[in-house]
Structures are given as structure tokens and as C-alpha cells.
């Protein structure tokens, strides 16, 4: 079979496409930090999705760089960010390695969980270094937060270099145990500032 190449006229002539195939992610909202000390995703505010759209939201995590080594973190808000505090069970393990291969650990993280708190949820189980290079990256689904029927279930996973030379594997899984729908998310570190990265927000169809 022949390969098909399509430049820029050629994508231009489409006048129709079908309609978005199941599982496909569609962009929404991508914030970047500066020196910010939230970021935060609002249903209805500044072109954000948040609804009964789609069924399962994913947010992206790319170079996530704190201004002093700390953790990262996120809560949900039922009343448009007026206030982050649903109440959360979660559940958290880990896998690190050190860069000269000294250290090595899979294990529970249990300073990471919640159990029915409203504070917010670590998505790394250590700190986030500071330095120039260093960063975090990763994902966190969202199921049906629209739901005024069901809890809502999350499951997060990311990759960090922590200040130990350390790369760690977090895994961090659980629900906001509400039954009101979820309009907005916020995502922080423990203290200090976002300096710099991206977060983006896609709805998967």
C-alpha cells in the first residue's frame, strides 16, 4: 500500500470529517506557570470544559519546576473555586532508583494518602527538586466529575528527580467521596511557587 502524504492545500480542501472516534483526546485548556502559586481549571471560565461533556478528563503534566523543592498537589472544587476542600480517600505507592544506582525502593506510600480529608491531594510521594534541570511530569484521570449520582474516582501517576538524585515513579490513586458534581480543579505545590511548566487539560470522548 502506497503512503499518503498530505501538506497543508490538501487539508484545506476537507470540507467535512467525521466525527470524533471513542478514546480520542481533544485539547481544552493548556495554563503555563510563571512564578505562579496555583493553577487552576474552571467549567465555564476562560474557554475551560469541566462538564458532562466527556466522561473522563486527563490533566497533562510537562516540566512541572517548583521554585523550592517541595510537593505537588491538587483538589477539586463543587462551587466554581470559591473554595478547594471535597473530601478525599486515596491511596499512594512508589518506586525510586538513585542516579549512581545506590538506592533503590517499591513501595507504599503512606504519607501521601487521605483518608476522607479535605486536604489536598500529593501527586508526587517526595519533593520536587529545585534546581535548573530538574522537573516533574505526568498525568491525572478524572472520572465522570459531572456525576451528581457517584463518587468521583481519580487515578494520577508521575515521574520527578527528587534532591537526592533520586528519580521517583509515584503512583496515586483514590475518589472525592461526594455525590455533587465537580466544576473546577486547582493544582499547587506544598509551599512556594509554580515557577514554571505546563498543564494541559483534555477531555477523552
Known amino acids: 500500500m502506497a503512503l499518503v502524504k ?6 484545506s480542501a476537507v470540507s467535512s470529517v467525521a466525527s470524533m472516534p471513542s478514546g480520542a483526546l481533544v485539547p481544552i485548556k493548556t495554563l503555563t506557570a510563571s512564578s505562579s502559586a496555583t493553577l487552576s481549571f474552571v467549567d465555564g471560565s476562560s474557554d475551560v470544559v469541566l462538564d458532562s461533556t466527556y466522561p473522563i478528563y486527563v490533566f497533562k503534566f510537562i516540566n512541572i519546576h517548583p521554585s523550592t523543592a ?3 498537589m491538587f483538589q477539586g472544587s463543587t462551587n466554581t473555586g470559591s473554595s478547594y476542600g471535597i473530601t478525599i480517600t486515596s491511596t499512594a505507592f512508589q518506586a525510586y532508583h538513585q542516579e549512581n544506582g545506590g538506592s533503590s525502593s ?5 504519607s501521601s494518602d487521605l483518608a476522607q480529608s479535605t486536604s489536598f491531594q500529593r501527586l508526587s510521594t517526595a519533593t520536587v527538586n529545585a534546581n535548573n ?8 484521570f478524572i472520572y465522570a466529575p459531572s456525576s451528581t449520582t457517584f463518587v468521583k474516582h481519580f487515578i494520577a501517576t508521575t515521574n520527578m528527580s527528587n534532591k537526592d538524585d533520586l528519580t521517583y515513579n509515584p503512583y496515586v490513586a483514590g475518589y472525592f467521596n461526594s455525590t455533587s458534581a465537580i466544576d473546577a480543579i486547582q493544582f499547587k505545590m506544598e509551599s512556594g511557587n509554580i515557577d514554571a511548566g505546563d ?3 483534555y477531555g477523552i470522548a
Not at 498530505?6 to 487539508?11: G, K, L, M, V
Not at 517499591?106 to 503512606?110: H, P, T, V
Request: net charge negative; aromatic share 12%; with cysteine.
Open 6 to 11: 498530505y501538506n497543508n492545500n490538501s487539508i
Open 70 to 72: 517541595e510537593e505537588f
Open 106 to 110: 517499591l513501595g507504599y506510600a503512606g
Open 133 to 140: 534541570d530538574d522537573s516533574l511530569a505526568g498525568e491525572l
Open 199 to 201: 498543564i494541559c487539560l
